[in-house]
């Protein structure tokens, strides 16, 4: 069976049960999960990961190999400076405002793989574009959820339909949600039905982008949502 007739969560579990056992933590197997790793020739069997496979060994041992490869060669750390230096500058690319880029640079970040240049950030690296790409993202969801909260939470609410039921069936809102869905469609190869269910989660849920993209692509279930039927909107009236 070849990669391409997978689902996305069983590529990603086999591809996170690859990392695990060449050495990765969880949560760095949780992150290279969704990177490009041909996995032809692998499937699961009854649901389970073929870690007796001999392709599954071998793609084992080579990451393996290049992991302890990728250790050795970038062994410098890093300055606390230059982590902010880089983390800021990724920020301000993102959109936000010099006063918002000096406040977040020090909340958590992973730049694994960025460096400092002859002193000048890599705002060229695949790595820092990536990066940018996926926290002007982020913004765009936050901005999101502040649209649903100013306009539909609790007695804001002014329509019979849920607060969720508002924001995607009001014609007030409609379109604007159906908008942001329709980017989460085309960046993840989404259904319609997965779309919503992705921005219900981080909505509602207040789930941020980063982490939807690692727990929701991954999760099998998520898969039901891309035959399913939409999220059933309550019309009742507010009591």
Known sequence: MSDKKLTQAEIYKIRYHIYRKAGYSATEARKLRSRKLDIEGLKLENGKVPFENKSFKKLVENIDSNKVYSSKAGNKKLSQAEIYKIRYHIYRKAGYSAAE??????????????????????????????????????KKIDNFRDYYYKNVDGDKNDTVYSSWGAITHDKRYKDKTARVVKKLQER????????????????????????????????EQFEMYRKSKSLKTNRKRKI
């Open 101 to 138: 880029a000096r406040k977040l640079r020090s909340r958590k970040l992973d730049i694994e793989g960025l460096s400092l240049e002859n002193g000048e950030v890599p705002s060229k690296n695949k790595t820092f574009k990536k990066l940018v790409e996926n926290i002007d993202y982020n």
């Open 188 to 219: 993840h190869n989404l259904s319609i039905n997965q779309g919503y269910y992705m921005l219900y989660m981080m909505t509602t849920h207040n789930m941020s982008y980063q982490t939807a993209v690692s727990e929701l692509l991954s999760n």
